[in-house]
C-alpha cells in the first residue's frame, strides 16, 4: 500500500451541457424562474425536460507506484486533460475517488500567473509560489532556475518585454525545480525551440532517475516511448488499454485509422470527418497494391514495391492540382513525403471530375513497422482536401541485401555495396 | 458536489490525500489553509507591486482619494449643509471616517471580481481559493496605511491629542477587515456564477455609503433605532475608529450589534464560499 504513489477507482466525471456559458445572470436567473413555473403549470403531466449532460470520464481505475513514469495517450476529447486536473484537485470527480501519497506538483500550463509587469526574479518567485514552492525553498534554487532559463542578463525586466521563447524557458524552469514527489505534467513539454525540448527532456528523465513518479500527457509518441515504462491510453473517457509503452503506442495509431472504413487494401476516405476541408471531401478513397498490382493484404516486405491508387473528385475545371502522400512513423515523424509536383512528367491538362491518381514507389525502404499515410489534395497551390491518417502500411522483414540475413537496426534501408581495399590501393576482387 | 478531504495516515510520514466526491462543506480546513500562508503574501505583494509601478501617481492616489472626498464634504455637508459633527472640525470627523471606509469600499470592489480576475489560476493551479478574496482585502491595507499616517497629521494640525482610547483602534481595523472579507467571500463566489452581481457593485457600495455615518454622524439616528443600525457593522467600525482616535463619543452597545453581524456574515460567508467552491473551476 505505501509504495502505491496514485491510486484511482473509478474516478467519473460528468458535465451538463447547456447554454453557451456555464455561468448565467441574475436577470437570466430570475426570469427563467418565471418561465420555468409557466412553462411547468403548461405542460403537466407531460415527462420533465433534462439538461443533456455528457461523462468526460468514465469509471477510471489504475495504481501508479512510487518511481514509475506513466504516460497518458488518446485522441483530443479523450480525457487526458479532465483526469489530470482531478488529480491535481481542480476540478472534483462526480463519482470514484483517488488516493494519493506524497506531496503533488502539477504542471497543467506554464507560467501560470505571470504577471507582465513585474520581472523575472519578481515573476520567479510569484510564479514559484504560486506552483507550491516556499519561498526558501524558491531562493535557493533561484541561480539554478535563471540559468536553466538562460535570461542571467534579463533577469531584472519586466517580463512583458521578454521575446516568447524567453518567457516559456523562465516558466518552464521554474516548474521544473518543482520537486515534489509526484509530478503531473500535461503537454508542456511541446513548447520552446528543439534545444529547448532536448534540455526539458533532459530534465525530466532526471527527475525520473531520481526516483519520482511522473504522470505524463503527451501526444509525442517519441517522447512517451523514451520515458514512460507504462502508459494508459484513454478513449472517450474510458481506459482503452493500459500497460506496456509501446503496445498502449501501437493500439492508439491502430485506433486512430479505425475512424476510416478500411478493408484490407482499400480505404475509403469519402466518410472520414477528422479531415482538414476547405474545398470539399475531394479524397474519396485509397487503396494499395504491391509492385506486381496485387491487392496489399497483412502489410508488404521490405524493399518490396508499392502502388497507392489515390481516387479524388475536381469540382470544377483546373489544370492545377496535386496530390501529396505524408509517410509517417508509428512515433509521428514524417519519414518521407510523395508529392505529385515531383513528378518530371508532370501532365498539366485541365481536367474535371473524378480522377485517379497513381503514386509507384518501386522500392519502399522504410524499415519494418507500421507507418500511416496522410493524403492531401492541393488545388492552385492551396490546400483543398487533407486527411491525416488515411491509411496505414505494415512493412514485414526481408532479406533486403540478399545476404541471408535481416536488417533489423536504423529507420531505413539504402543500397549499398562493401568492397575490399589492398593497402597499396589496388581493389581485390571479392 | 464533490470536494477533497486531507487525513493524514499516521503510519507515514507522507500525507495521504483522498479525493472524493463527497465532503461536508463544513470542514474549514483552516489548517491547511495556513500551509498556504506563504501564497497569501505573495499574492498581496504582486497586487500591491503591480498596482504601484502601474499608476503615475501611485502612493498619491492612496492619499488623494480620502483627501479630496473630504474636501467636497467639507463643503457642501459640512458648511452649507450644516452637518453637525460631534463638537470635531468637520473635516476631521469626515477624514476619521473615510479612512476606514474607503480600505472597505476598495476592497470590496476588488474581492468581489477576484475570483473572476484570477481565473487562469483557478483553471491551472490547487490552492485552497479562500487564498484570492483574502489577498484582495489584506492588499488594501498598505493604502490603509498611508491614509492614516496623514490623518495622524491631520489631528496634529487640527490640534486633538489622541488619548487612551487610540489603542482600541485595531479592534476595530479588524472589525473592518471582517466585513470586508465577509461581504467579500459572499459576492465573489456569487459572481463566479451570476456574472452581472459585478455590476451592481457600484451601486452597493453607494447604497452602503450612505447608509454608514461617515458624512453625518450616528447621534442622528434615534436612539430607540440605533442597535439595529448597528446591523451595519461599517457602522460600528466608523463609529469605533471616530471614538479610538478622536477620544469623543463611545458608540455604545452599537459596537456589539456590528460584531454579531459580522460574525454572522464572516460565517455565512465562508460556508457559503466552501459550498460552491468545488464548482469554481467548472464555471468561472
Known amino acids: 500500500m505505501s509504495s502505491t504513489a496514485i491510486r484511482a477507482e473509478g474516478l467519473s466525471k460528468r458535465y451538463t451541457l447547456g447554454d453557451s456559458a456555464p455561468y448565467k445572470t441574475l436577470r437570466e436567473s430570475l426570469t427563467s424562474m418565471y418561465r420555468g413555473a409557466a412553462r411547468r ?65 502539477s504542471l497543467l500550463e506554464v507560467g501560470t500567473g505571470f504577471h507582465p509587469e513585474l ?59 518543482l520537486e515534489p ?3 503531473i505534467v500535461d503537454e508542456v513539454l511541446a513548447v520552446g525551440d528543439l534545444a ?60 486512430m485509422l479505425a475512424a476510416n472504413q478500411a478493408e484490407g487494401h482499400t480505404f475509403d476516405l469519402s466518410q472520414t470527418t477528422d479531415r482538414r476541408s476547405n474545398v470539399g471531401k475531394l479524397l474519396k478513397r485509397v487503396e494499395l497494391y504491391t509492385g506486381d498490382g ?6 508488404i516486405r521490405l524493399g518490396s514495391g508499392l502502388k497507392l491508387k489515390v481516387y479524388f473528385d475536381l469540382p470544377k475545371p483546373t489544370r492545377s492540382f496535386d496530390v501529396g502522400l505524408g509517410f509517417d512513423s508509428m512515433f509521428g515523424q514524417r519519414m518521407f513525403t510523395a508529392h505529385s509536383m515531383f513528378e518530371p512528367d508532370r501532365q498539366t491538362a485541365e481536367r474535371v471530375g473524378p480522377q485517379v491518381f497513381v503514386c ?26 487533407s486527411v491525416s491518417y488515411a491509411a496505414r502500411v505494415n512493412v514485414f522483414e526481408s532479406d533486403y541485401y540478399g545476404s541471408g540475413k535481416v536488417p533489423w537496426n536504423g529507420v531505413m534501408v539504402l543500397k549499398h555495396n562493401w568492397y575490399v581495399e589492398n593497402p597499396d590501393r589496388s581493389i581485390v576482387a571479392g | 458536489m464533490a470536494t477533497d478531504t486531507l487525513s493524514h495516515v499516521s503510519h507515514s510520514e507522507i500525507a495521504t490525500t483522498v479525493i472524493q466526491p463527497r465532503r461536508p462543506f463544513w470542514h474549514l480546513e483552516l489548517g491547511h ?35 479630496m472626498a473630504t474636501l467636497i464634504f467639507s463643503i457642501f455637508f459640512g458648511r452649507l449643509a450644516k452637518m453637525p459633527s460631534d463638537g470635531v472640525p468637520y473635516p476631521v470627523f469626515a477624514f476619521v471616517a473615510l479612512v476606514p471606509w474607503q480600505y472597505f469600499a476598495n476592497a470590496l470592489t ?155 456574515l464572516l460565517m455565512g460567508g465562508v460556508l457559503y464560499f466552501r459550498k460552491m467552491e468545488s464548482t469554481f473551476a467548472d464555471i468561472v
Open chain 1, 41 to 105: 403549470v403548461r405542460t403537466l403531466g407531460s415527462g420533465a425536460q433534462k439538461k443533456q449532460s455528457f461523462w468526460a470520464l468514465r469509471g477510471i481505475s489504475f495504481d501508479i507506484q512510487h518511481g514509475e513514469v506513466v504516460g497518458v495517450i488518446g485522441r483530443n476529447g479523450a480525457g487526458k486533460s479532465t483526469l489530470l486536473k482531478i488529480l491535481s484537485r481542480i476540478t472534483w470527480p462526480t463519482e470514484g475517488r483517488a488516493l494519493i501519497h506524497g506531496r503533488i506538483g
Open chain 1, 119 to 177: 520581472s523575472g526574479r519578481e515573476n520567479i518567485f510569484l510564479n514559484g509560489a504560486i506552483m507550491g514552492m516556499r519561498k526558501a525553498e524558491i531562493a535557493a534554487r533561484f541561480d539554478e532556475i535563471v540559468a536553466f532559463a538562460e535570461v542571467e542578463k534579463f533577469v531584472d525586466t519586466p517580463v512583458k518585454h521578454y521575446s516568447s521563447g524567453m518567457y516559456v524557458r523562465l516558466a518552464f524552469a521554474i516548474a521544473a525545480h
Open chain 1, 181 to 183: 514527489e509526484i509530478l
Open chain 1, 196 to 255: 529547448f525540448q532536448q534540455k526539458c527532456l533532459g530534465k525530466m528523465s532526471e527527475v525520473s532517475q531520481a526516483g519520482r513518479t511522473i504522470l505524463f500527457v503527451s501526444h509525442n509518441m517519441a517522447v512517451v516511448e523514451k520515458l514512460c515504462q507504462r502508459a494508459i491510453l484513454l478513449q472517450d473517457g474510458e481506459i482503452y488499454f493500459q500497460g506496456d509503452t509501446e503496445e498502449a503506442i501501437h493500439r492508439y495509431m491502430h485506433k
Open chain 1, 294 to 299: 496485387l491487392p496489399v493484404r497483412e502489410g
Open chain 1, 360 to 385: 509507384d514507389i518501386p522500392s519502399f525502404t522504410l524499415m519494418p513497422g507500421l507507418y500511416t499515410v496522410k493524403i492531401w489534395l492541393d488545388i492552385n497551390h492551396a490546400l483543398a482536401d
Open chain 2, 33 to 67: 489553509l495556513w500551509e498556504y500562508h506563504e501564497l497569501l503574501f505573495f499574492l498581496v505583494w504582486r497586487d500591491v507591486k503591480v498596482r504601484y509601478k502601474q499608476t503615475a501617481l501611485g502612493v498619491a492616489w492612496a492619499i488623494l482619494q480620502p483627501l
Open chain 2, 110 to 264: 476588488e474581492s468581489s471580481n477576484s475570483l473572476v480576475a484570477s481565473q487562469n489560476l483557478i483553471k491551472k493551479v490547487y490552492f485552497p481559493r479562500l487564498i484570492i478574496p483574502m489577498s484582495s482585502v489584506v492588499a488594501g491595507l498598505v493604502d490603509f496605511c498611508f491614509a492614516f499616517i496623514v490623518l495622524i497629521g491631520m489631528m496634529f494640525y487640527y490640534g486633538i491629542r489622541p488619548s487612551g482610547s487610540i489603542f482600541l483602534f485595531p479592534a476595530f481595523l479588524l472589525l473592518a477587515v471582517a466585513t470586508a472579507l465577509a461581504a467579500g467571500l459572499w459576492l465573489s463566489a456569487l459572481n463566479v456564477q451570476f456574472r452581472d452581481v459585478k455590476h451592481t457593485i457600484p451601486f452597493l457600495a453607494q447604497f452602503w455609503f450612505f447608509a454608514t455615518p461617515v458624512v453625518y454622524p450616528s447621534s442622528i439616528v434615534p436612539a430607540k433605532y440605533r442597535m439595529w443600525y448597528g446591523l451595519n457593522p461599517m457602522a460600528g467600525v466608523v463609529e469605533g475608529f471616530r471614538y479610538s482616535m478622536l477620544g469623543k463619543g463611545h458608540p455604545g452597545p452599537m459596537i456589539w450589534v456590528s460584531a454579531a453581524a459580522v460574525a454572522v
